[in-house]
């Protein structure tokens, strides 16, 4: 039987499998770099993280339209679910959206959050958002990006996220567009300490984020790593992400069994599915291999999930159910 799982970080853009990419961008007019399926998987293979980032801009935005965001949910939904799947805390990028095509704000937040209507009701898969900025993002955009954000916090948004390179900025010009998200009852939840080093962590947390996407350099200073495992900070952890984006240089040497030593709660989680070749089942397949295993990751899933009580107390059933 497939356990059940909880996945609290994947990017709904990277988890678009290559034959949808195609077929996406040509129904929209989009070009992208490689027009089959066998150059998009050639393209996937990345150099370094900022390789992976390139090849994230030239292929990602070919999304156009509601019924474009609503299928990328829903089938991620159904692939997810496949492996065991009953809570997606997802991720997309409107501010990219915004500033690179126009896209309308309501155009895709309207398209997400229909979408995970839907996968609940065909999959039973529950789906909540957390938008994400990026590092270098104009800084009136990703305060509207919050503004708007809060706007459908009653369709689905539960927190907002900062994506990137951590090492073009740090996370101080985004103060206003965070303490928008924060007043307006969305969790602050960044990616930190995945390129960046352990300052980047505290920073994050200094901001009051509540949890942290990756996190995994935090193992570089015991104080902090301590000071998160007493906090019960989850972090959502990604091996096979670290290791085609460069971030770790073989998986082997992984800092999540590091991380699960010294008590931190991690969750286990796809990042960018497509894009890495990976799925929520292998990724719980090779967390397994360092110590974490599914009781683990989906109690760290549990702890660390931004959703209303009523689906928190249905995820605590699946647990003794599934």
């Not at 990277?14 to 393209?43: F, H, S």
Request: negative net charge; contains cysteine; hydrophobic residues 40%.
């Amino acid at each position: 039987m497939v356990s059940a799982k909880i996945e609290l970080h994947v990017h709904l853009e990277g988890a678009i499998r290559p034959a949808t990419l195609l077929e996406i961008a040509r129904r929209n007019g989009e070009v992208l770099p490689a027009d089959t399926v066998e150059g998009l998987e050639a393209l996937y293979r990345f150099t370094d993280f900022r390789h992976f980032l390139s090849v994230w801009r030239m292929t990602t935005n070919c999304l156009r339209t509601a019924d474009d965001f609503r299928r990328v949910v829903v089938n991620y939904a159904q692939e997810a679910r496949e492996h065991g799947a009953v809570y997606l805390e997802a991720i997309f990028s409107p501010a990219e959206r915004v500033e690179t095509h126009a896209i309308d704000w309501d155009e895709m937040f309207t398209g997400y959050t229909e979408g995970a209507v839907e996968a609940q009701e065909r999959f039973g898969v529950a789906v909540r958002f957390t938008p994400d900025l990026y590092r270098g993002c104009p800084v009136d955009l990703a305060e509207e990006c919050a503004r708007v954000s809060v706007r459908y916090r009653d369709r689905g948004i539960v927190g907002l996220g900062i994506g990137g390179d951590e090492r073009r900025s740090t996370l101080a010009p985004y103060g206003k567009a965070i303490r928008i998200a924060q007043e307006g009852g969305l969790a602050f939840v960044p990616h930190a300490g995945e390129v960046g080093g352990p300052e980047c962590v505290r920073e994050a947390l200094d901001l009051g984020a509540v949890r942290l996407r990756h996190g995994i350099r935090a193992v570089e200073e015991p104080g902090l790593l301590e000071e998160i495992a007493g906090r019960g900070v989850v972090l959502d952890v990604c091996p096979t992400s670290n290791l085609r984006t460069g971030v770790v240089e073989d998986i082997a040497a992984h800092p999540l069994p590091l991380l699960h030593a010294a008590g931190v709660r991690c969750s286990v989680n796809t990042d960018d599915p497509a894009m890495f070749g990976t799925d929520l089942g292998q990724e719980h397949d090779l967390a397994a291999r360092f110590g974490v295993t599914a009781d683990h990751a989906y109690a760290a899933g549990l702890a660390g999930a931004l959703c209303e009580d009523a689906v928190l107390t249905r995820l605590q059933e699946s647990a003794r159910s599934v």
